[in-house]
């Protein structure tokens, strides 16, 4: 029963062929078997965000999705932002910029989320980052910072009026 | 914790489904696993035979004909909190849908899913019995329709047997009747403290739905003349509550009341967030 599957995951644009068990999470497929351990785990039950990929360009949990599921799709981790590139993200360097992250536990599931948001909306007000970032837990800076960043790439950034 | 071993089968069409389930009695399908994975991250659940249904590409669908709003098992809930003409059509479930859980979550977690885990604090179940939809099932005999009235037994519970899965849900047009919606949550995205959908029939009566503060979801006949505290308080009476103290009825009053206010707003307004939050 507990026989490995090949599979083949794209991530960042790159094909991975890995064995894995089908009770395996891609969480701990992308950090173990394919060893970027950008991807961080918090709960495993949904409700922090640290694992937060973008899976065809929408975010998703990667703790809550078997890796045998995620084959045919595209996969982005926090290392795909800055595949092939010298530089962080102008989002990244936004982040540095504001302080928007302390432990950065939970900063790849910020910027991936983020990064995605203002993919859709190019330029969220204060209201629709907050909402979007619900579902993304941090415990050291109390967000303000991390909406701070956001706004800035979103061109509507406080700083600018202030 | 991680999850138990299990058989990992990928089905194609539903007929495949039933007939896993009928072998595998144990086993259990997969949709969003929004709800499903952190069970069995926790050993809560342990099926033996793992069915994804992500590809049968059938479930897959919303229609609407001028007259039913026709939505497939897989829908997920930010495609119908995104859909143009159930925005116009039914805009209380682009509401409803809005508030479920997180943007990652509604990313994946589909509509059959929300019906059957029937979390007794979800959007997806009360929406249904509000508006008077059914929902397709489908076991060997073949495809049966369920009015959602009669779909949900209690906490978790529904008709479901073990051999059959939900294919979709019809809701029909709401006519010209008004329906509101509000929600009070401790934080955004989460479950609801207590959720409420009121139809006012424009005659001085209605219908209430409340989610979240009892067993399962049931549409109540009410009378809505302006002072309505009675009205309320009758309709909690007839359903099996979490909770009976004195500031849990009152918030359910407090969300009906939103719900019904929320009905009377028409455009911009009925989205607009401040018009359906409770105190979250
Ligand atoms: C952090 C977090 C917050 C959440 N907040 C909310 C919230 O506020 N409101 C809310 O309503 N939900 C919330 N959810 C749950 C979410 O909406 C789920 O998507 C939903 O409950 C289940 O749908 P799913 O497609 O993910 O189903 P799955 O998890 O795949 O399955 C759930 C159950 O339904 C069964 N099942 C799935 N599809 C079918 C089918 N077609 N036929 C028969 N059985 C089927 C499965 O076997 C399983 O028992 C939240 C989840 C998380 C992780
Ligand atoms: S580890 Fe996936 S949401 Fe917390
Ligand atoms: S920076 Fe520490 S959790 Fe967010």
Redesign the interface.
């Known amino acids: ?2 026989t490995k ?1 090949p599979v083949n995951l794209t991530i960042n644009g790159e094909t991975f062929n890995v064995e894995v ?5 891609l969480s ?1 497929v992308i950090r173990h078997q394919v060893g970027l351990i950008g991807t961080h785990v918090g709960c ?3 409700v922090c ?1 640290a694992c ?1 990929v973008l ?1 065809d360009g ?4 990667s ?4 890796a ?2 995620a084959q045919g799709h595209q996969i982005t981790t926090v290392e795909g932002l800055t595949q092939n590139k010298p530089d962080l993200t102008p989002l990244q360097q936004a982040f540095q910029n504001h302080h928007a992250l302390q432990c950065g536990y939970c900063t790849p599931g910020m910027l991936l ?1 983020a990064t995605a948001l203002l993919e859709t909306e190019p330029h969220p007000n204060e ?1 629709r980052i ?3 970032l ?3 837990v941090c415990r050291c800076t109390g967000y303000q910072f991390i909406v701070d960043a956001i706004l800035e790439v979103a061109g509507d950034s406080k700083e600018a009026s202030r | 914790m991680k999850p138990a071993t299990f058989e990992y089968r990928k089905a194609t069409t539903v007929a495949d489904v039933v007939q896993w389930l009928k072998d595998a009695p144990d086993g259990k399908v997969i949709a969003g696993g929004q709800s499903l994975v952190p069970l069995m991250n926790f050993r809560l659940a342990r099926p033996s035979v793992l069915i994804d249904i992500n590809g049968i590409r059938a479930l897959h669908h919303v229609e609407y004909d001028g007259s039913t709003l026709d939505l497939g098992a897989l829908i997920h809930h930010q495609e119908i909190a995104d859909h143009p003409e159930i925005q116009k059509k039914f805009p209380v479930l682009t509401v409803a849908a809005r508030h479920i859980g997180h943007w990652a979550i509604r990313n994946r977690g589909t509509l059959g899913g929300s019906l059957a885990h029937a979390d007794p604090a979800s959007e997806w179940p009360a929406a249904m019995v509000a508006l008077q939809a059914e929902i397709d099932v489908q076991g060997s005999p073949g495809v049966h329709r369920v009015p959602a009235s009669e779909f949900f037994l209690g906490y978790y519970t529904t008709v479901l047997e073990p051999d059959e899965m939900i294919v979709g849900a019809r809701v029909p047009a709401t006519g010209a009747s008004r329906i509101g919606f509000a929600e009070v949550a401790r934080r955004t995205g989460d479950f609801a403290l207590a959720g409420a959908f009121v139809e006012d029939c424009l005659d001085g009566t209605g219908f209430v739905t409340w989610f979240g503060v009892s067993d399962k979801p049931q549409r109540i006949a009410v009378a809505l003349p302006p002072a309505r505290e009675t009205s309320w308080r009758e309709a909690l009476e007839q359903l099996t509550l979490n909770d009976v103290a004195e500031d849990k009825i009152a918030l359910a009053i407090e969300i009906a009341e939103r719900a019904l206010k929320h009905s009377a707003l028409v455009g911009a307004a009925y989205f607009g967030a401040h018009a359906i939050r409770g105190r979250d």
């Open positions: 029963m507990s599957m068990e089908p009770r395996w999470l701990d495993e039950q949904g965000g937060t899976i929408k975010p998703e949990r703790c809550l999705i078997f045998v599921q989320t209201h907050r909402e979007a619900s579902g993304n």
